[in-house]
T-cell receptor, first 115, second 113 residues
Framework: NAGVTQTPKFRILKIGQSMTLQCAQDMNHNYMYWYRQDPGMGLKLIYYSVGAGITDKGEVPNGYNVSRSTTEDFPLRLELAAPSQTSVYFC??????????????FGPGTRLTVL | GENVEQHPSTLSVQEGDSAVIKCTYSDSASNYFPWYKQELGKRPQLIIDIRSNVGEKKDQRIAVTLNKTAKHFSLHITETQPEDSAVYFCAAFNTGTASKLTFGTGTRLQVTL
């Protein structure tokens, strides 16, 4: 299993540009999450999904959108990029449901810079 | 909702000494408490977790203790080594109702030679 994969690894955007961060998992996990981590700071939840077709906001959803059309993929869309969105973005997943205490696995991260 | 506070924010210990990181949580219904380690430039990875039906769990040099009455839990690392240097995050979760972990703000542990 590849686990949780993210693309791209690095990206530089200009202010006002848009992009999609890709996240995929091959562990048949139901729950998927997007976090951002600013330099030297903790993890802030952007959006999460408990299954295909179901998404919900986390604590910092403004400026982002998500979709979950399949169990495997959970892309994060940035519209009109701003310097405040410069961060490292982590995708994570776990089985959830009845197995609520199972391990949450993180992807390798996408380092985004908005100039 | 749940709120998790983590202390200290930075911790420096000498190699071979012990390190303790403490977290408190607000929701008495939380019953699952994982700890993640994040090395510089890497992703967070689970190192140990504890459920509310036990008071302590050990795995080699690391241990976690839980005090449900006081709503706090701690990570203990003994005989610290340079490779223990990282940021550690605690988290809390209510397996009955929650869909997401609530993370603490992290502790940067530096093990000096």
């Amino acid at each position: 299993n590849a686990g949780v994969t993210q693309t791209p690894k690095f990206r530089i955007l200009k202010i006002g540009q848009s992009m999609t961060l890709q996240c995929a998992q091959d562990m048949n996990h139901n729950y998927m999450y997007w976090y951002r981590q600013d330099p030297g700071m903790g993890l802030k939840l952007i959006y999460y999904s408990v299954g295909a077709g179901i998404t919900d906001k986390g604590e910092v959803p403004n400026g982002y959108n998500v979709s979950r059309s399949t169990t495997e993929d959970f892309p994060l869309r940035l519209e009109l990029a701003a310097p405040s969105q410069t961060s490292v973005y982590f995708c994570a997943s776990n089985y959830g449901g009845e197995r609520r205490t199972d391990t949450q696995y993180f992807g390798p991260g996408t380092r985004l810079t908005v100039l | 909702g749940e709120n998790v506070e983590q202390h200290p924010s930075t911790l420096s210990v000498q190699e071979g000494d012990s390190a303790v990181i403490k977290c408190t949580y607000s929701d008495s219904a939380s019953n699952y408490f994982p700890w993640y380690k994040q090395e510089l430039g890497k992703r967070p990875q689970l190192i140990i977790d504890i459920r509310s039906n036990v008071g302590e769990k050990k795995d080699q040099r690391i241990a976690v203790t839980l005090n449900k009455t006081a709503k706090h839990f701690s990570l203990h690392i003994t005989e610290t080594q340079p490779e223990d240097s990282a940021v550690y995050f605690c988290a809390a979760f209510n397996t009955g109702t929650a869909s997401k972990l609530t993370f603490g703000t992290g502790t940067r542990l530096q093990v000096t030679l």
